[in-house]
């Protein structure tokens, strides 16, 4: 059974960072595909970013709304993601999730999801 939980949500100021980890079990994330995903109140979800494999090089991308200031990453040891959110502002709140896919290669289409923290930036 594939579990993902994530941790490090939390209220902070606008211009604050906050680093959100997720720790897999049942998978290992050096075949799988992660990715990050938030939903803010009464919008639809939208992907943040995620880490993908083409052979043995590792691809990153990252929605519009977050390049430059949320950087993805990964420790393999410890089969867990990070999602490092810098200059946050108000409209990063939201309910951030961690997903994994069964594939190596694309982020985009998870096949598991965790739980979700919240993350509330003040302004």
């Known amino acids: 059974q594939v579990q993902l939980v994530e941790s490090g949500g939390g209220l902070v100021q606008a211009g604050g960072s906050l680093r959100l980890s997720c720790v897999a079990s049942g998978r290992s994330i050096s075949t799988s595909a992660m990715g990050w995903f938030r939903q803010a109140p009464g919008k639809e979800r939208e992907p943040v970013g995620g880490?993908?494999?083409?052979?043995?090089?590792?691809?990153?991308m990252y929605g519009d709304s977050v390049k430059g200031r949320f950087t993805i990453s990964r420790d393999n040891a410890k089969n867990t993601v990070y999602l490092q959110m810098n200059s946050l502002k108000p409209e990063d709140t939201a309910v951030y999730y961690c997903t994994a896919a069964r594939t190596r290669n694309n982020w985009s289409r998870p096949d598991y999801w965790g739980q979700g923290t919240q993350v509330t930036v003040s302004s």
């Open positions: 880490l993908s494999w083409s052979g043995l090089t590792t691809i990153t």
